[in-house]
């Protein structure tokens, strides 16, 4: 038998760390080779890292919540001595894809994922006298998570108060108790805490400005509401508004590329390729896909890459190579009906575009009011790359571009 390092792995280009959100395994676990063994958060993506060997877990170095460099040791494994090594961590990454497939489905078969508890999720449960057997897992093969934990508690919480809401007042005393809650502690870890890290750094780093224009679509909504339903029976995908707004801002970066750049300490970088990136939420995960080469595309082949992305996103299927190289990012704030925000720039790129809700609002045309539907778009930039002169002519390019889309001027 020999004893073998497992390290952490590159889960990405230009990923140089990664958190352990929870442990999937313990010492004295069997483990085949490409089992997960661990989730990994890193500011890109969700992952689990692959086991390189078959055999025992030895030895757990490094605890959950731990933030590694990639390369350093997380835990040693024994194994039998014939077993190579991998040639490199990113193999593992690469292989583990057709791999896992054989083998998540022996393991969902004969549900060994399920009763697989992380140290985490048992010590959770323990604390608030939860049996796990009346826990549906959301993991790998129903494994249960410490967000499914967290979910329970919830529930529970949320049926007694229904219960004491539903209970009926029989004394004069009672009507005058109010009711007490304590204050819950959350753990800052797994996205939440990249996140905070992420915005810490964005806003520590850059010197942020912003600017707004007001973007008549009256056009735009009426052109996309007479198409949208021939547009899903023939594509099988919604037409959103979105699609629209990241096609005119792709055009509009081609023309304007010191919008389209980023901050290398001793220079800017012009990006030549216009890569899109947009936010995707799932539950209280925020991920940040991006639509590669925006600017070669139609509104059509856009409104694709963001369903696909997005479905990627809430089935947990997103890979490192869907949130590589974003050059720019738009973010659709006007989906939690927001009319004026400023959003922080996602490090290191130039800037961030906020697309806020569509409103109906009485504008004078022709010195007579008429209802059009106008929607804001405001801009975050970085002061050491950017200025208001060419950020203002950025807006208006957009603007103008947003304004003359119509059933004559636009093919999809």
């Not at 460099?69 to 001595?81: A, K, R, W």
């Not at 973007?215 to 919604?238: A, H, L, P």
């Not at 590329?257 to 939420?281: G, M």
């Amino acid at each position: 038998m020999t004893v073998k390092e497992i390290t952490m792995p590159k889960l990405g280009e230009s990923v140089t760390e990664g958190t352990i959100n929870s442990w999937l395994v313990k010492v004295g676990d069997k483990v085949n080779k490409y089992d997960p063994i661990a989730e990994v958060m890193t500011d890109k993506v969700n992952a689990e890292v692959p086991s390189s060997y078959s055999g025992v877990i030895k030895e757990i170095v490094r605890e959950e919540g731990d933030t590694i460099l990639v390369g350093e040791l997380i835990c040693y494994i024994e194994t039998e001595n014939n077993q190579e090594t991998n040639e490199s961590s990113v193999n593992v990454i690469e292989q583990v894809d057709e791999a896992t497939n054989v083998d998540q489905a022996t393991d969902i078969e004969s549900n060994n994922m399920r009763v697989r508890y992380s140290p985490a999720v048992v010590k959770l449960a323990s604390e608030h006298h939860i049996d796990l057997n009346n826990v549906k897992g959301t993991g790998l093969g129903g494994r249960i998570t410490r967000k499914d934990i967290y979910q329970y508690i919830q529930s529970i919480k949320t049926n007694v108060t229904k219960e004491n809401e539903n209970k009926p007042v029989t004394s004069s005393v009672k009507t005058t108790q109010t009711v007490s809650s304590k204050d819950s502690e959350i753990a800052i870890t797994g996205v939440r805490k990249v996140i905070a890290e992420n915005m810490v750094r964005s806003k520590r780093e850059i010197p942020h400005a912003w600017m707004t224009v007001e973007v008549d679509v009256t056009d735009m909504v009426k052109y996309r509401n007479n198409i949208k339903d021939i547009f899903k029976q023939r594509e099988g995908y919604s037409l959103t508004y979105f699609a629209f707004f990241v096609h005119a801002v792709a055009r509009a970066l081609k023309e304007f590329p010191e919008v389209n750049s980023t901050w290398a300490e001793d220079k800017i970088i012009q990006r030549h390729d216009v890569n899109i990136s947009i936010a995707v939420a799932k539950e209280n995960e925020l991920f940040v896909p991006v639509i590669k080469n925006a600017n070669e595309k139609s509104v059509t082949g856009i409104a694709k890459d963001i369903y696909q992305l997005a479905n990627k996103a809430r089935n947990n299927q997103l890979q490192p190579k869907d949130m590589e190289n974003g050059t720019f990012t738009v973010n659709n704030t006007g989906t939690f009906g927001s009319v004026s925000s400023m959003g922080i720039i996602n490090h290191p790129q130039a800037a961030i575009l906020q697309v806020e809700s569509i409103v109906k609002r009485p504008v004078i045309i022709n010195d007579m009011f008429a209802a059009r539907d106008i929607v804001n778009l405001s801009l975050s930039l970085d002061h050491r790359i950017l200025d208001g002169l060419i950020c203002g002519r950025f807006l208006k390019r957009v603007k103008e571009l947003l304004e003359n889309i119509n059933e004559e001027t636009t093919t999809i």
